[in-house]
């Protein structure tokens, strides 16, 4: 299968790629991005690598005629690109509803409109969204209020967007908790990082599980549209179990 993973520079991204390079069902990874995306650096050549293809697009709401060639005949999209709740308090919300909305929707209808590897199958977009997500627009949270109401709209009108495609695509929202990566972060800021998710009582994830169980859905399906932190480390621990990997914690 073909698959598509936006957004694949950060943490989760570059987990996805790696795992996805050494899965037997994936023929070609396209990591799309404003910059390029390098490969990891646990793979440096023979038949994994050669899987790995960049493309970059300088502006998610223009794509270009040579970006739609290279997205072309895609089985499934893992969508990553969105601004950080953290992040999101320096920058202006309009920029974050741009990134975190207009960019999605836009990336959506493009690759509905393209091409896919099989016509009598949906394209699956894998988004990738918050644990606090709320899609009831009038109960507004205390903390990160306009933001989390705005993840929870965008996964709305995915589902709503996807309903109406005709069959031509299918989404599934991931409400992933706070990702955890005892290799990258260290025993200290993972020591922090425990606390700070047990104040605001946020659930924790693996930066292995999360990566399988997006990779699970995009290659396997789901059952159902939206999947909550305690799904997805079911599902990534049952794709890593049949991997051979085991979560990094």
Request: proline share 5%; aromatic share 4%.
């Amino acid at each position: 299968m073909k698959l598509i993973v936006v957004g694949a520079t950060g943490l989760i991204g570059s987990e996805i790629i790696r795992q996805a390079l050494s899965h037997k069902s994936v023929t070609s990874v396209v990591a799309l991005g404003r910059r390029p995306t390098p490969p990891p650096t646990s793979i440096t050549a023979g038949p994994a690598l050669e899987k790995f293809q960049s493309v970059t697009l300088e502006d998610f709401a223009n794509y270009t005629e040579d970006v739609k060639r290279q997205l072309s005949g895609a089985d499934a999209c893992i969508w990553l690109l969105a601004v950080t709740p953290s992040k999101s308090k320096t920058m202006d919300f309009e920029l974050v509803k741009k990134i975190c909305v207009e960019y999605v929707m836009e990336g959506f209808n493009v690759l509905k409109q393209l091409p896919h590897a099989q016509d009598d199958k949906p394209l699956r977009f894998v988004y990738a969204s918050g644990a606090k997500a709320e899609r009831d627009q009038t109960k507004k949270p205390w903390i990160l209020g306009d933001y989390t109401l705005m993840r929870g709209r965008i996964e709305t009108q995915l589902l709503d967007a996807a309903k109406e495609s005709g069959g031509i695509m299918e989404t599934c929202c991931l409400r992933l908790g706070l990702v955890k990566s005892p290799e990258r972060m260290g025993l200290v800021t993972g020591m922090l990082a425990n606390a700070a998710a047990s104040m605001i009582s946020l659930p924790l994830i693996d930066i292995r599980e999360i990566g399988a169980a997006a990779l699970s859905a995009a290659i396997h399906g789901f059952d159902k549209d939206t999947l909550d932190n305690d799904d997805l480390i079911a599902m990534g621990r049952k794709e890593l179990k049949e991997i051979g990997e085991e979560p990094s914690s």
